[in-house]
């Protein structure tokens, strides 16, 4: 079906959604591990990322559907700062057998949370349309395993190696070789049956009943 708003239209929405989400970035503090991202939870550079010790291991954590980023509801972080949590919905979906999956019926909450260094993701779908829907899901990412001083912009004459992923059925492993001979590395794995999986992204197609929830 085309956009009835038109392909310019739609890229300036996306552009109004992007100045919105880097205007409010969300934190999570748990000991010596940090995370800083938009509203839509997403991760793309900058000033965002996932930090420990002092140096950012995860620079880029995206989420799309049907190729697509969600669209926006809401995101808040719990009063007790345990929690972040993004409301996000679908955008009309590419038809599937005979049925076409409507915008706004598929419900994306991205709920995180830190806890003795690692980052934790729960993602539930729930289907309020009178159709079963198949959703497709791909998360991005990397790690540029820059330091505190280089993501606020302070450069250095030399850095140390990223070395190639390691990937396995349900997840990869990002590493990276210092100057003074220290790896430091970053495992992301999977709960859930993957459908395709890269050194930069995972795959996943979900069937969610009518009414259901996954």
Same mark, same amino acid.
């Given at each position: /079906?085309?956009?009835?708003?038109?392909?310019?239209?739609?890229?300036?929405? @996306?552009?109004?959604?992007?100045?919105?989400?880097?205007?409010?970035?969300? #934190? &999570?503090?748990?000991?010596?591990?940090?995370? #800083?991202?938009?509203?839509?939870?997403?991760?793309?550079?900058?000033?965002?990322?996932?930090?420990? %010790?002092?140096?950012?291991?995860?620079?880029?954590?995206?989420?799309?559907?049907?190729?697509?980023?969600?669209?926006?509801?809401?995101a808040t972080?719990?009063?007790?700062?345990?929690?972040?949590?993004?409301?996000?919905?679908?955008?009309?979906?590419?038809?599937?057998?005979?049925?076409? $999956?409507?915008?706004?019926?598929?419900?994306?909450?991205?709920?995180?949370? &830190?806890?003795?260094?690692?980052?934790?993701?729960?993602?539930?779908?729930?289907?309020?349309? *009178? %159709?079963?829907?198949? /959703?497709? &899901?791909?998360?991005?990412?990397?790690? *540029?395993?820059?330091?505190?001083?280089?993501?606020?912009?302070?450069?250095?004459?030399?850095?140390? $190696? &990223?070395?190639?992923? %390691?990937?396995? @059925?349900?997840?990869?492993?990002?590493?990276?070789?210092?100057?003074?001979?220290?790896?430091?590395?970053?495992?992301?794995?999977?709960s859930e049956?993957?459908?395709?999986?890269?050194?930069?992204s995972a795959?996943?197609?979900?069937?969610?009943?009518?009414?259901?929830?996954?």
């Amino acid at each position: /079906m085309k956009n009835p708003l038109g392909t310019d239209a739609t890229e300036q929405a @996306h552009k109004a959604d992007d100045e919105t989400a880097t205007q409010n970035l969300f #934190v &999570l503090v748990n000991n010596n591990t940090f995370l #800083v991202a938009n509203a839509f939870g997403d991760l793309y550079g900058g000033d965002v990322g996932l930090f420990h %010790q002092d140096t950012r291991i995860l620079s880029y954590y995206r989420l799309t559907v049907a190729g697509e980023r969600p669209s926006l509801l809401s995101a808040t972080v719990s009063q007790d700062n345990v929690y972040f949590i993004s409301h996000l919905t679908n955008h009309p979906l590419p038809a599937l057998g005979e049925e076409n $999956t409507p915008q706004g019926v598929l419900h994306i909450e991205r709920k995180r949370f &830190l806890w003795d260094g690692r980052l934790f993701e729960c993602i539930g779908l729930t289907n309020y349309s *009178d %159709q079963p829907s198949v /959703m497709p &899901l791909q998360l991005q990412f990397a790690g *540029d395993f820059l330091d505190l001083f280089e993501v606020r912009g302070s450069s250095r004459a030399r850095r140390g $190696t &990223l070395d190639a992923p %390691q990937i396995e @059925h349900s997840s990869v492993l990002l590493s990276y070789c210092g100057l003074d001979q220290q790896r430091r590395s970053m495992a992301i794995s999977f709960s859930e049956s993957v459908q395709g999986i890269s050194g930069g992204s995972a795959s996943f197609q979900v069937e969610i009943d009518a009414h259901g929830k996954e």
